[in-house]
C-alpha cells in the first residue's frame, strides 16, 4: 500500500462507501440533525425516499434521501448548526452535508471553520475515518 501524506491542498469529502463497507448507514446519522417537528412530519420510510436535486449553481442532477434534502435546505444558514464550539470532525461532516458533499481543501475547511489547516489535518487527516471523511487521492 502506497503512503499518502495529507497536506492543505489535499481535498476532503464524504465517501458515502465507506458507511457500507463498515455495516452502517448513514440515514440514521443524517437524521439526528432533523428538527423535532421534521421527524414527527415524516415517517422513516419517507425521510429514505431518494429523489433528483438539481443543483442551483452547477445544474448537476444529485440523487438524495428527503432527510439530507431537509438537512441542506433547513440547516445551511442556521447558525446553531455549524458553530466554534464543535469538535473539528463534526464541523467538516456537517459543512459536506449543507455543501452538497463539494470536494474541499485542508485550506478552505480551516478557513470556514476559522481554524489552522494543521489542527483540521491532525483531526481528520489521519487513518482514522470519522463519518466518511476522506481525502480524494488523485
Same mark, same amino acid.
Do not use: C
Given at each position: 500500500?502506497?503512503?499518502?501524506?495529507?497536506?492543505? $491542498?489535499?481535498?476532503?469529502?464524504?465517501?458515502?462507501?465507506?458507511?457500507?463497507?463498515n455495516?452502517?448507514?448513514?440515514?440514521?446519522?443524517?437524521?439526528?440533525?432533523?428538527?423535532?417537528?421534521?421527524?414527527?412530519?415524516?415517517?422513516?420510510?419517507?425521510?429514505?425516499?431518494?429523489?433528483?436535486?438539481?443543483?442551483?449553481?452547477?445544474?448537476?442532477? +444529485? +440523487?438524495?434521501?428527503?432527510?439530507?434534502?431537509?438537512?441542506?435546505?433547513?440547516m445551511?444558514?442556521?447558525? !446553531?448548526?455549524?458553530?466554534?464550539?464543535?469538535?473539528?470532525?463534526?464541523?467538516?461532516?456537517?459543512?459536506?452535508?449543507? !455543501? $452538497? $458533499?463539494?470536494?474541499?481543501?485542508?485550506?478552505?475547511?480551516?478557513?470556514?471553520? $476559522?481554524?489552522?489547516?494543521?489542527?483540521?489535518?491532525?483531526?481528520?487527516?489521519?487513518? !482514522?475515518?470519522?463519518?466518511?471523511?476522506?481525502?480524494?487521492?488523485?
Amino acid at each position: 500500500m502506497r503512503l499518502f501524506r495529507v497536506d492543505e $491542498n489535499t481535498r476532503f469529502h464524504i465517501d458515502y462507501t465507506w458507511f457500507e463497507k463498515n455495516g452502517q448507514d448513514v440515514n440514521i446519522l443524517i437524521r439526528k440533525y432533523l428538527s423535532p417537528e421534521q421527524l414527527e412530519q415524516y415517517t422513516s420510510e419517507q425521510l429514505d425516499e431518494t429523489f433528483d436535486f438539481v443543483d442551483p449553481d452547477t445544474a448537476e442532477v +444529485h +440523487h438524495i434521501t428527503r432527510a439530507a434534502y431537509l438537512v441542506r435546505a433547513e440547516m445551511q444558514h442556521n447558525p !446553531n448548526f455549524l458553530h466554534q464550539g464543535l469538535p473539528i470532525a463534526e464541523a467538516v461532516f456537517r459543512i459536506f452535508l449543507v !455543501n $452538497n $458533499n463539494q470536494p474541499l481543501t485542508v485550506a478552505e475547511l480551516a478557513a470556514y471553520l $476559522n481554524r489552522r489547516p494543521a489542527d483540521v489535518i491532525a483531526q481528520i487527516g489521519g487513518r !482514522n475515518v470519522y463519518n466518511g471523511i476522506k481525502p480524494i487521492r488523485n
